[in-house]
């Protein structure tokens, strides 16, 4: 009898455990954290917004996505138009590569390891024309 108790006892232990250990990873992912990479695509000579430049996000849990600045140069990754998904994720890596023909290419990352509240990644990229 008294080892029944014991297994009812070390089960229940075991229950509790668990469920607090899932009460704080669920506390650390916030699904309704807004992380968002932007900036603005400068020219080197002019200081002003590049239009129609690519800047294509890559991330290590396998998102890639590209983008085209508008008129003032500007770029922002968020979420996705159709499928409302998330393109920034939290504890993730992000290479960020700006291209525009004419320019030198542009590159690089973003980290939201440890990041769990809003954050924005703001990086204004100033590009340079080729030799």
Same mark, same amino acid.
Request: charged share 30%; glycine share 8%.
């Given at each position: 009898?008294?080892?029944?108790?014991?297994?009812?006892?070390?089960?229940?232990?075991?229950?509790?455990?668990?469920?607090?250990?899932?009460?704080?990873?669920? !506390?650390? @992912?916030?699904?309704?954290?807004?992380?968002?990479?932007?900036?603005?695509?400068?020219?080197?000579? +002019? $200081? /002003? =917004?590049?239009?129609?430049?690519?800047?294509?996000?890559?991330?290590?849990?396998?998102?890639?996505?590209?983008?085209?600045?508008?008129?003032?140069?500007?770029?922002?990754?968020?979420? !996705?138009? @159709?499928?409302?998904?998330?393109?920034?994720?939290?504890?993730?890596?992000?290479?960020?590569?700006? +291209? $525009? /023909? =004419?320019?030198?290419?542009?590159?690089?990352?973003?980290?939201?390891?440890?990041?769990?509240?809003?954050?924005?990644?703001?990086?204004?990229?100033?590009?340079?024309?080729?030799?």
């Amino acid at each position: 009898m008294f080892l029944k108790r014991l297994c009812i006892s070390g089960f229940t232990l075991g229950l509790a455990f668990s469920v607090q250990a899932q009460s704080s990873v669920d !506390d650390v @992912k916030n699904p309704k954290q807004k992380l968002i990479i932007k900036g603005i695509v400068k020219d080197d000579v +002019t $200081k /002003k =917004g590049i239009e129609g430049a690519t800047v294509i996000l890559t991330g290590t849990n396998g998102t890639m996505v590209s983008k085209t600045t508008k008129k003032n140069g500007k770029y922002k990754f968020y979420k !996705d138009k @159709k499928t409302k998904e998330k393109l920034i994720l939290a504890d993730e890596e992000y290479s960020v590569k700006i +291209t $525009k /023909k =004419g320019f030198q290419d542009f590159s690089y990352t973003e980290s939201t390891s440890g990041i769990y509240d809003n954050e924005v990644f703001e990086d204004d990229v100033i590009l340079q024309l080729k030799q």
